[in-house]
């Protein structure tokens, strides 16, 4: 019999565990969100992004660039972002206005702080949303979906 995986289920235990370590380990990192423009969908997903913070108690900045800022400046002020030592992981919020190529703005997020893995130098690695997805096919928690193991 199939059996339905519940994913908010399987996502409280996981946010459960991770504030467990936060609080262990007594980490300072902080989650930066960079967004440019005022895309109200990625508003949504910033503000999922900020309230997980809360929850596992990591702090969570969100620097904000007005859709016309100049690409040069756009990558200083970046730059300026990832040195800073707290800023441990950093997430560019799609989209990009067109003016700004996007890969050219996720190399320049250290691989070590690129939270979503688009940096070319993290090419082949897996971001942790899909990484979750992974484990999950070649761990299923049935035995369905063996034909969908990775």
């Known amino acids: 019999m199939a059996k339905i995986l519940d994913g908010k289920k399987l996502a409280e235990g996981i946010l459960r565990k991770i504030k467990i370590d936060v609080e262990r380990r007594h980490l300072k990192s902080k989650l930066v969100v960079i967004q440019v423009g005022d895309n109200p969908v990625s508003k949504i997903f910033i503000w999922q992004k900020e309230k997980i913070c809360r929850r596992i108690k990591i702090a969570f900045s969100l620097f ?8 040069e400046k756009f990558e200083e002020e970046i730059k300026k972002i ?19 190529d996007r890969q050219e703005i996720f190399d320049l997020i ?15 690695k897996i971001p942790p949303t899909a990484e979750a997805i992974v484990f999950l096919f070649k761990k299923p928690p049935c035995g369905g979906f063996k034909f969908l193991r990775v």
């Open 82 to 100: 990832i040195r800073q030592e707290k800023n441990a992981g950093i997430i560019i919020q799609l989209p990009l206005p067109k003016h700004l």
């Open 64 to 71: 904000k660039f007005s859709a016309e800022i100049p690409k």
């Open 110 to 124: 250290p691989s070590e702080k690129d939270l979503d893995c688009l940096n070319l130098k993290n090419f082949g």
